[in-house]
């Protein structure tokens, strides 16, 4: 049977159909507003990824994938030992008095947020490709957020857990727009592109 063709063409340019660790064949599909990630585990090798299931004939298809919970996913990729990360503190208590906003450059009014949250690198296939580290978030708007990184994250698209700061917001998958280097640190502007469901 051939699978692939009943997927929806609309799906199409947006499916994960390769792990890119062990190239083994997965089917996942880049989440969306409409289609919110999950938490998935290679079968090959084990590697982790926040996607959504494909559709195929109208139903939900994961292939060579196993669902697995967030917060086991997200645990062991934490650093224990939890040092305070001091020179982040005085990024957030100074960003808490002084968030320079620039010229208004996106369509929605932004506000200047200051929160900590965890970040974590996500490559073009969705895969978790480095552990979380720890950032503050600078301002929010309805399509975006602003967040400021001791790291330089390379990858197209970032997961933020705001866990650290309140269990009432559920962590959510952002696209890249665009870095620049403030000081020490590096700012990235991000649109939402999915909440990871949990
Ligand atoms: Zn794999």
Excluded at 89 to 110: D, K, M, T, Y
Excluded at 158 to 168: E, G, K, M, R
Aim: positive net charge.
């Amino acid at each position: 049977m051939d699978s692939v063709a009943s997927i929806e063409p609309a799906d199409r340019c947006h499916t994960i159909d390769r792990c890119g660790v062990c190239q083994g064949r997965i089917s996942l599909s880049i989440p969306s507003l409409e289609s919110p990630a999950t938490s998935w585990r290679c079968r090959g090798c084990d590697a982790a990824f926040f996607g959504s299931a494909q559709l195929r004939d109208g139903k939900p298809f994961s292939g060579g994938m196993r669902s697995v919970y967030y917060f086991d996913l997200m645990t062991g990729l934490v650093d224990g030992s939890r040092r305070p990360n001091t020179r982040l503190n005085r990024l957030e208590q100074c960003l808490a008095h002084a968030v320079h906003e620039g010229p208004e450059s996106r369509a929605n009014q932004r506000f200047a947020v200051v929160s900590r949250v965890h970040v974590t690198p996500l490559s073009s296939d969705m895969r978790l490709a480095g552990p979380p580290a720890e950032a503050v978030t600078m301002n929010v708007s309805v399509s975006g957020l602003a967040i400021l990184s001791l790291k330089e994250i390379a990858e197209p698209y970032l997961a933020v857990d705001f866990s650290a700061a309140t269990d009432s917001i559920k962590p959510v998958i952002l696209k890249k727009l665009r870095s620049e280097v403030i000081g020490r640190g590096h700012r990235y502007a991000e649109e939402f592109l999915s909440r990871i469901e949990y």
